[in-house]
């Protein structure tokens, strides 16, 4: 069993910047990869960002590319996801997650198997 709980969500102005974590407990994390989603009102979970946690190797979606940055602390098995230029569009419930099957990066919810409670995130214009 794995436990995930984000926290950092908030309320921040268009432009500002936000940091949320993901504490993982449960077992050993090695050679899996671990995610972060959002969903905001009336649209499907979309794909954020993702890290290969033994290598740190790590992919975004297009629309954070250049404004968010994934990293983890293996240390700590925490994951962290720093979001920077934040637009109203980014307004959500961020999610993070792990898959524990896949040797290769899903962007899909439907591959992971654990996943936090998540936190909102509202960006103002």
């Known amino acids: 069993q794995v436990q995930l709980v984000e926290s950092g969500g908030g309320l921040v102005q268009a432009g500002g910047s936000l940091r949320l974590s993901c504490a993982a407990s449960?077992?050993?994390?090695?050679?899996?990869?671990m995610g972060w989603f959002r969903q905001a009102p009336g649209k499907e979970r979309e794909f954020v960002a993702a890290?290969?946690?033994?290598?740190?190797?790590?992919y975004y979606a297009d629309s954070v590319k250049g404004r968010f940055s994934i990293a983890r602390d293996s240390a700590k098995n925490t994951m962290y996801l720093q979001m920077n230029s934040l637009k109203a569009e980014d307004t959500a419930v961020y999610y993070c997650?792990?898959?524990?099957?896949?040797?290769?990066?899903?962007?899909?919810?439907?591959?992971?198997?654990?996943w936090g409670q998540g936190t909102q995130v509202t960006v103002s214009s």
């Open positions: 997650s792990i898959d524990l099957r896949s040797t290769v990066v899903e962007t899909t919810p439907d591959a992971y198997d654990y």
């Open positions: 890290i290969k946690w033994s290598r740190g190797l790590t």
């Open positions: 449960g077992r050993t994390f090695w050679n899996y990869v």
